[in-house]
């Protein structure tokens, strides 16, 4: 679940670079590093996700209450 958050905020944060840099808020050095750098986050994410749903749940361990 917080992955997914956390994919959702990066996505967030290119469209306000985009924003930004046709502001001229911040030069154009400055958005392709930083945009980089959050399109790598965000594809580290979605590969988590996907080892994540494609994951088996591990067994309970003995005397473990069961998750609700």
Same mark, same amino acid.
């Given at each position: 679940?917080?992955?997914?958050i956390?994919?959702?905020?990066?996505?967030?944060? =290119?469209? *306000?670079?985009?924003?930004?840099?046709?502001? @001229? /808020? &911040? $030069?154009?050095? !400055?958005?392709?590093?930083i945009?980089? =750098?959050? *399109?790598?986050?965000k594809?580290?994410?979605? @590969? /988590? &996700? $996907?080892?994540? !749903?494609?994951?088996?749940?591990?067994?309970?361990?003995?005397?473990?209450?069961?998750?609700?």
């Open positions: 679940r917080f992955v997914r956390s994919r959702g905020s990066l996505s967030e944060i =290119l469209d *306000r670079l985009i924003s930004a840099r046709r502001r @001229g /808020l &911040i $030069n154009e050095e !400055d958005f392709q590093r945009s980089s =750098l959050a *399109r790598r986050a594809g580290a994410c979605t @590969g /988590l &996700i $996907n080892y994540l !749903d494609s994951a088996e749940e591990p067994p309970p361990k003995p005397g473990a209450r069961p998750r609700t």
